[in-house]
C-alpha cells in the first residue's frame, strides 16, 4: 500500500475516532443532570431580560456589554474554557403582502427542567469546541454557550449540559 494512502486511511481512522468521542460524550452526558458535579454554584441573573443561569463560584466574571444583554464567565484554571448567556429581541418581518408575521420557530431537541424547549446545538471547530443553547419565547430569543478548547471539549460537555438545563427564562 503505498504511503500517501496509509496516511490518508489514518487520518481517515483519526477522525473517527474524535468524532465517536464527541458522540460518546454527548450521550453520556444526556442523563446525567441530576448530580451538582461536585461544585460550589451561583446564579447570575439578568435584570434587563429575566434569564438566570448558574455558574460555577471560583469563575472570572467577564466585564459585562453596556446593552446589559448578557455575560460571560470564564474558568480561571483554564482560559480557553468559558461559559456566556445572553438574550436578544427578535424583530417581526414583513411576507410579501406587508403583513406582520414572527420569526420561525425554533426546532426542539432539547428541553430545560423548567420545561421550556429550545434547541441544543454541539460544534465542533478548529480549535475549541461548542454547546449552543437557544430559546424562544414571543420575540425573545434567549442564549446560552459554552465553549472549551477542541481535545478538553469531551471533559467539559457534561459540565455544560448540566448548565444548559437548568437555564431559567421569565414566566409567561
Known amino acids: 500500500m503505498s ?6 486511511i489514518h ?10 468521542l464527541v458522540l460518546t460524550a454527548f450521550l453520556s452526558g444526556c442523563g446525567s443532570t441530576d448530580s451538582s458535579l461536585g461544585m460550589n454554584w451561583k446564579t447570575y441573573r439578568n ?5 438566570e443561569f448558574l455558574y460555577p463560584d471560583r469563575w472570572v466574571e467577564s466585564i459585562p456589554p453596556e446593552n446589559r444583554d448578557g455575560i460571560a464567565f470564564g ?6 474554557v468559558e461559559i456566556r448567556g445572553w438574550a436578544s429581541y427578535e424583530r417581526l418581518v414583513s411576507d410579501d403582502r406587508s403583513n ?7 426546532p426542539s431537541n432539547f428541553t430545560t427542567l423548567q420545561k421550556v424547549p429550545g434547541n441544543l446545538d ?10 449552543t443553547l437557544t430559546l424562544a419565547q414571543g420575540e425573545t430569543r434567549y442564549y446560552w454557550r459554552g465553549t472549551a478548547p477542541n481535545q478538553q471539549f469531551e471533559n467539559y460537555y457534561r459540565f455544560f449540559n448540566y448548565i444548559a438545563s437548568r437555564y431559567r427564562v421569565p414566566e409567561k
Open 75 to 80: 474558568d480561571p484554571q483554564n482560559p480557553g
Open 100 to 106: 406582520r408575521r414572527s420569526q420561525p420557530s425554533l
Open 3 to 8: 504511503s500517501a494512502r496509509s496516511a490518508l
Open 47 to 51: 435584570q434587563r431580560f429575566g434569564f
Open 122 to 131: 454541539a460544534k465542533i471547530g478548529a480549535e475549541s469546541s461548542s454547546l
Open 11 to 20: 487520518k481517515s481512522h483519526l477522525v473517527c475516532l474524535l468524532l465517536g
